[in-house]
């Protein structure tokens, strides 16, 4: 699954300022967005990581190119209001696109944030009057977090670190959009590899003289444990061809060995 993430203003467009800078806490959100939603398995692709000048044709262009399943447009809000609010597509996408505002809004509210709801917002060719959403090929919303002119939504969102959070909840939002659970425990990742075994021992001490005969000349060695055995072991290699070459070079050392392959979970 691929999201993309656009991060309103930035650089020389502050966006709206009061109490809180919006590019500044675009950018947070943003990123604590793009960090939960790493967690669990997601590409994520964003206009900037930095405080730089981002234009909204640049945005669109990185979103499209590349790709997205989903697209979220990260801004804050000015005009002394209070709350959350998303605007949706209205074209071809509009289900979908209001599907992840609710999702989105669901979780919003959970955090403790009032919502002023799902807005559609028109020009005058009866488009979706933002650019975003009217022409970033994928299922978008344009989110409006709170109102930076207002001291009471600005307490809640005034440190990087709660705005990081809040850029997490709207990620939880996307999750539940994609079907994903992020309190699901996920199957370990298996990897596998070649290795030159030098011996195999009923008792650890007799692998660990095999060890230390071996080292420092082959410092890759090491002793796995498994079924019952501890097998004396040198490098670990994703080519068979340079295991190849590892057991050749012990034979030339007087060692009779061969050539396994492993399995092992990666975090």
Known sequence: MKVFIGVGHGGRDPGAVGLVRES?????????????????????????????????????????EFEPDVAVEVHNNAGRGKGFEVYVQTNSFGEQSQK??????EKVEAHGQNSRG???????ADTDYFG???????????????FVDNAEDCAQFDTEEKQKEYGRVYALGVLDYLGINPDEEKPPKISSYYSVQTGSFLHKRNA???????????????ILHCQESYRVCVGKFSDRKEAELQKKELAEQG?????????????
């Open 24 to 64: 500044e806490a675009n950018l947070n959100m943003a990123l604590g967005m793009k960090e939960e939603l790493e967690k669990h398995g997601i590409v994520v692709g964003i206009s900037r990581t930095t405080e730089a000048d981002d234009s909204l044709a640049e945005e669109i262009m990185e979103a499209n």
């Open 100 to 105: 992840l505002a609710r999702s989105i809004e």
């Open 118 to 124: 799902l807005k559609i917002k028109k020009n005058g």
């Open 132 to 146: 975003w959403l009217r022409r970033v090929n994928a299922p978008s919303v344009l989110c409006e977090g709170f």
């Open 208 to 222: 660990e003289r095999m060890k230390n005969k071996l080292y420092p000349d082959y410092d890759t060695v090491f």
């Open 255 to 267: 060692y009779r060995s061969f050539i396994k392959r492993f399995k092992e979970e990666i975090s």
